[in-house]
């Protein structure tokens, strides 16, 4: 009896030994290598010469595609989207150079980004005609509204794709945000809501493709990213964009129906490539086996060579357009590194507005962070450094970026739209206004987000605890003690106040008192690139000046403890 005990046992044994090396073999393994906001950085991230740049992205894409091959492994390059508009190389040849070099950079596919229609739907469909895409461009919420107009948008922008990935069919589907700041420039065309987008499409494709795994690569956010895996039934990862977030591992969801779905992103400026390995199994989960972010350091890697020529190229392009010699001029030079941030007040930040305030010899300005550019390093300032930190442009043919817009108003309806713009969900930092943020039990706020780590190489808390603090302030923080130039705003009087013009023209469908605001707005002949040139010349070297913020200028800070006339409104999605 003991004998026939002992037979069974091995026979489970061996029964369960076969099933579960059977089930191993049918693992395979595939590498995805991904970025997002890149934001036509084809040189360096600007902010750190030394990090980033096309050509290094490149050899990292290369070098880890190879290693995946000689493994077995297959391979996805994917890019999350706003890969256009973002720097001066995006004038070069009319937006055609920051194209066609994604052309050449091996991606499978890329999702549509917001600063990738921002050139308007005419200009983009000729995009299109003129450099036909040879990556898989997609955006299943983005729809032209007529069959008959701009047919290269309805040809080349797919609502998915299908790759067969050893055997088994994998679809990616496409999704871009649908925010108004943005989507008014899709003239002639409508973008649908993201999670409801995201439920229909990937539904149809489950059952129309009989898809084994679908990835959805999104350019909404990771905020918007969350509320698509919980909504949604059917997707299994995704791959983000639009917030600039740097996700140090994959971030997890349940879905609607408690399956765990995946999210990564890989911050901004091509500071990173993400590298994630998937194990697929027919009819399983997928399984996430390895995820980094791989900095992106010049030193490390030799720069692809095709891809280095043809930023030299552009750069000669671009001296053509401007003068080399004009580009390269210095017109000033700065102490610390200069911080662009929306969830803080920074030096460079507080500059800006006071740039813009200055420029037009306004009573008050507003400046959007997440409207500029990137920051700067320390050392000497060029003349094209300073246009890649505001680098902003509508109309392809107006190479002078955007213009300063100015209104008068009565301090009345300026206290509205100071306590209104709680609710534009996006960062604002003022010049020549002080105010307190308080809840509503009349605290003020703290906002101290000092362990955001803007560059690749600094570790970042966990993303749940970034998600419940760096968004800034509740929707119930109220704005009380509004003074003007340090005292209260008088409602009889009249106030000069001055606006960037992407907060004026992409703002135009803001209800209530801002639109009655934005449409008294007029154009000033001043921009913003002149309007910052004078205050950088004017203050000679920067940081020198930062009074109590001292060492801290990553430190939050209120315009009273800063000693200025400034107030900064977070970020809060």
Known sequence: ???????????????????????????????????????????????????????????????????????????????????????????????????????????????????????????????????????????????????????????????????????????????????????????????????????????????????????????????????????????????????????????????????????????????????????LVKGKPLKVVEYELIPVIKKNYPENQRIRDYIKTTDKILGEIYGRDWLDEIVGESVIDLLSASDRLTYWTAFIADSMREGVEADVSVHVPNLAGTGLGKGPISREDMINAYPRFFDIDDKNGWNIYTAEIYGAMLKSIIRLSMGFQRALVFSGVTFDLVDRDNNPYVIDLNFLGHDVETPMTDVDDWLDNFLGVSGEARITNILVNGEPIVASRKYTIALPEGFVVGGLGISGSVDNLLKKMKKTKTTMWHALETKIRSTGVLGTDLGPWGNKENKALTGQQWGQNHTFIPNRL
């Open 1 to 279: 009896m003991g004998h026939i005990v002992g037979l069974v046992f091995k026979l489970i044994l061996l029964v369960t030994a076969v099933i579960y090396f059977a089930e191993r073999a049918e693992a395979k393994k595939l590498l995805i290598l991904h970025t997002n906001d890149l934001h036509a950085f084809l040189s360096d991230s600007v902010q750190d010469k030394s990090k980033g740049g096309y050509a290094t992205i490149k050899t990292i894409i290369e070098e880890q595609r190879a290693a995946a091959l000689a493994k077995g492994m297959e391979v996805l390059v994917l890019d999350a989207g706003d890969f256009l508009e973002g720097s001066l190389y995006y004038m070069a040849e009319d937006s055609r150079r920051t194209f066609d070099i994604m052309n050449k950079m091996g991606y499978d596919a890329i999702a549509v980004g917001n600063h990738d229609w921002l050139m308007g739907t005419k200009e983009l469909n000729q995009l299109l005609i003129d450099k036909p895409p040879v990556f898989s461009y997609l955006g299943a919420n983005f729809k032209v509204n007529k069959k008959h107009k701009h047919k290269a948008i309805q040809h080349y922008v797919k609502d998915y794709i299908v790759k067969n990935i050893h055997g088994m069919k994998v679809a990616i589907m496409g999704i871009t945000t649908d925010e108004l700041f943005y989507s008014w420039r899709f003239s002639d065309g409508r973008i649908y809501d993201p999670i409801k987008t995201s439920h229909k499409v990937s539904k149809r494709i489950r059952k129309k493709e009989k898809a084994d795994y679908i990835f959805s690569l999104n350019h909404t956010g990771l905020w918007k990213d969350k509320k698509i895996a919980q909504k949604t039934s059917e997707i299994d990862l995704i791959v983000g964009g639009h917030s600039h977030s740097y996700l140090r591992k994959v971030h997890f969801e349940k879905n609607k129906n408690g399956k765990p779905v995946g999210i990564v992103h890989a911050g901004e400026h091509g500071n990173a490539v993400g590298r994630l390995v998937l194990d």
